[in-house]
């Protein structure tokens, strides 16, 4: 299996192993320049959330799969788009990469493929090899 990478809004890189779902959902708290109709890109991961008290987290209902937003679109049509070409390229990579987001395109970026030494990300820190 690839070892993929994508990274979050908040600029942190997150294991796409780690992903179960993809999907998008309107922002909760809306940014100085988010619209009315801005929509996030999120993924759910396969560790959950809550205090780790599980009668207490059962009883609040606050267990649940964690959630990262990866970014925020101005129409809920562009973050379905990009959704969607994050999950078929999770489906079908075959090599290491690391995917990112530019403005409304999913940019996926090959580690140790020969990429040049100075490129911002050439996997250095993904391979120890």
């Known amino acids: 299996m690839a070892q993929l990478w994508v990274?979050?809004?908040?600029?942190?890189?997150l294991r796409a192993d780690q992903i179960i779902e993809i999907g998008a959902e309107p922002v909760r708290e809306?940014?100085?320049h988010d619209g009315s109709g801005a929509v996030e890109?999120?993924?759910r991961l396969?560790?959950?959330t809550g205090s780790g008290n599980w009668d207490y987290d059962r009883g609040t209902g606050t267990v649940g799969p964690s959630i990262r937003v990866l970014g925020r679109?101005?129409?809920g049509e562009i973050a379905e788009r990009i959704a969607d070409q994050l999950v078929l390229i999770l489906l079908s990579a075959s090599r290491n990469a690391q995917i990112t987001f530019d403005d409304e395109q999913v940019r996926v970026r090959p580690v140790?493929?020969?990429?040049?030494h100075d490129s911002p990300?050439?996997?250095s820190t993904l391979d120890p090899h």
């Open 7 to 13: 990274k979050t809004h908040g600029g942190n890189w």
């Open 30 to 32: 809306r940014g100085p």
């Open 41 to 43: 890109v999120v993924a």
């Open 46 to 48: 396969a560790v959950t």
């Open 73 to 75: 679109y101005p129409t």
């Open 112 to 116: 140790h493929d020969g990429t040049a």
């Open 121 to 123: 990300y050439n996997g």
